[in-house]
């Protein structure tokens, strides 16, 4: 069945610190890609997706990502972290075929950025 | 624009009672669909709506669990008897719809969740 991993259960990291979340996927065929964010009390909203061309993707708020498919990864990036930046993060795929668009998700990964 | 509004935002329930969670989508929204995310696990997948019709349903846990969408609207989640094992974040998404492309590429637009307790 296919799934997707997150490497880093809870990540505490310093305000201006360089993050970089994991995030590998097991299928074999054509995948979108999609980081999601919720931040404390709210909704689960979209930072960014891929699934064409460019395999660098920026987002908001100066998230971006990079795809590599040899890897099947999709590891989130952002070069300097703010405390607003507290929040789970979740990787998530929909994989073509098999599937109508449906959300494959990970674990999620909680950041915690000390001021 | 309204977001995807869910009702109620706690429930909390003895086991064997019956509860109905509600889901209004964004206006316009085709896509309808129901995850869950039970505590310590992953978001998972329960079903998709297209418009009134359940496209697919393959992550339903059991049949104590009942989706409709009536008149291609707001969708409810009733789960009758409720057991222990359904405690957790039920979460709504919508999305606009359109081409078979676009269920894989579209945005799935979220609600801030429901959250069960069996008891």
């Known amino acids: 069945a296919q799934s997707v991993s997150q490497h880093n259960h809870h990540v505490i990291l310093s305000e201006a610190a360089s993050l970089e979340l994991g995030c590998n996927y097991s299928?074999?065929?054509?995948?979108?890609l999609f980081w999601y964010v919720q931040y404390p009390g709210q909704h689960l909203q979209l930072l960014l997706k891929?699934?064409?061309?460019?395999?660098l993707v920026k987002g908001i708020k100066g998230f971006e990502a990079e795809f590599i498919k040899s890897k099947f990864s999709f590891n989130l990036r952002k070069p300097s972290v703010q405390w607003s930046d507290t929040a789970e993060y979740f990787c998530?795929?929909?994989?073509?075929?098999?599937?109508?668009?449906?959300?494959?998700f990970g674990k999620g990964t909680k950041l915690s950025v000390k001021p | 624009e309204a977001g995807v509004t869910q009702f109620p935002s706690h429930s909390v329930i003895e086991k064997g009672q019956t509860v109905t969670l509600r889901c209004d989508p964004i206006?316009?929204?085709?896509?309808l669909y129901w995850y869950r995310r039970v505590m310590g696990k992953e978001i998972k997948f329960l079903l998709h709506?297209?418009?009134?019709?359940?496209?697919?349903e393959s992550g339903m846990p059991n049949n104590r669990f009942l989706a409709e969408r009536t008149g291609g609207t707001y969708s409810t989640l009733k789960v009758q008897p409720a057991e222990l094992e359904d405690s957790g974040v039920y979460f709504c998404?919508?999305?606009?719809?359109?081409?078979?492309?676009?269920?894989?590429?579209?945005?799935?637009?979220f609600g801030p969740g429901t959250r069960l307790t069996v008891l």
């Open positions: 299928y074999g065929g054509t995948v979108n």
């Open positions: 206006s316009g929204h085709d896509n």
């Open positions: 998404a919508s999305s606009h719809g359109g081409s078979q492309q676009l269920l894989y590429t579209d945005t799935q637009y």
């Open positions: 998530a795929v929909t994989p073509y075929g098999g599937s109508q668009g449906n959300l494959i």
């Open positions: 891929y699934f064409s061309g460019d395999p």
């Open positions: 709506f297209v418009k009134e019709s359940k496209q697919d």
